[in-house]
């Protein structure tokens, strides 16, 4: 079984009161989710935590991820009420639509500012998302090197800072964490072969294996052309076998090396070599 040992529940409630914080000094929410599991890197108390803020829901690794099934998900999130935009930050992709998405997130807001006689200022956001969806690659995309700090404002908790991003776009300098859910075990089963849970909370072997079953079935010619494998027997112990001898994963004895054969499998996979793969559908 999947556990995170760095969200028992003191580290959430601590986590959350920060966010909560963060979140009463921006207009906007930027959520990132992991393109290939857009529904299990979301945090669970994310709709209680960020309250009725217009929010960008960001679907980062499109670069890994079914470019249909993404189509599909911000389709859904669309009609769900949110905007939403699919980013590859590794090749910076779809970075350059964010502004524009967030400026039309406030517009009503701002234009009602300027009604009461205000002055229009810039929109301020954050970054939100649960661990390594890429919460600090999509800040420094947004920010670059010219990334110019607006230096402390009243009211702002010490150690926080603005940063520019146009001249009417101001982010919070540091993201906020979120926790993953981990109620089931596909949730926790996907949240670890993308790399959201930590390897030392969990059975490597058990996890690829998971993995690797589930690719033979849903992916079968992917496997057999990546792995150069004639025939795909289910149970991923033999997978791993056949994968083992194929790669030359041989130990002294002769026999095969199954661990090094799941660790391939699940670094190939996160890599996108057996493709662009989304791990769920929006429900229908
Ligand atoms: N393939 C691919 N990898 C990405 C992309 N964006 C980020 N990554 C990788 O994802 C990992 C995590 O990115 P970070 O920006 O550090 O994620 P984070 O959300 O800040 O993670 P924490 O600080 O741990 O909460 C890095 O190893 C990146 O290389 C992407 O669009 N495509
Ligand atoms: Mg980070």
């Known amino acids: 079984m999947i556990m995170d040992i760095n969200w028992y529940p003191g580290h959430m409630a601590k986590a959350k009161r920060i966010v909560k914080e963060s979140l009463k000094l921006v207009d906007v929410v930027i959520e990132v989710l992991d393109a290939r599991i857009p529904a299990s890197s979301r945090n669970p108390d994310m709709k209680e935590i960020a309250g009725q803020k217009p929010t960008l829901i960001v679907l980062n ?16 999130f669309m009609k769900s009420g949110f905007s939403a935009v699919a980013v590859d930050l590794i090749k910076g992709r779809g970075v350059q639509k964010i502004p ?12 009602s500012l300027e009604l009461t006689g205000r002055r229009p200022r810039a929109a301020r956001c954050i970054v939100l998302g649960i661990p390594n969806v890429g919460k600090s690659f999509l800040i420094n995309k947004l920010t670059g090197r010219r990334a ?32 993953p859910k981990l109620e089931d075990s596909e949730t926790a089963f996907r949240l670890a072969v993308t790399g959201a849970i930590k390897e030392e909370v969990f059975s490597l072997y058990d996890v690829a294996g998971q993995l690797i079953e589930l690719l033979a079935k849903k992916y079968p010619e992917a496997v057999m052309k990546r792995y150069k494998l004639q025939h795909l027997p289910e149970e991923a112990g ?18 095969v090396d199954l661990l090094k054969a799941a660790q391939s499998v699940m670094k190939e996979f996160r890599e996108g070599n057996l493709g662009r793969i989304t791990l769920e559908q929006p429900e229908q």
């Not at 690794?61 to 859904?76: N, S, V």
């Not at 110019?148 to 150690?159: M, S």
């Open 148 to 179: 110019a700090r607006t230096g402390y404002k009243p009211g702002v908790t010490r150690g926080r800072q603005w940063i520019r991003i146009t001249d009417n776009l101001e982010l919070l300098d540091t993201p906020g964490i979120l926790w």
């Open 61 to 76: 690794k499109y670069d890994l991820a079914d470019p249909e099934l993404t189509g599909r998900w911000i389709d859904y």
């Open 238 to 255: 033999e997978l791993f076998r056949l994968i083992g001898i194929s790669r030359g994963f041989i130990g002294a004895g002769g026999t």
């Open 100 to 111: 524009a998405l967030v400026r039309q997130l406030v517009a009503a807001k701002m234009a």
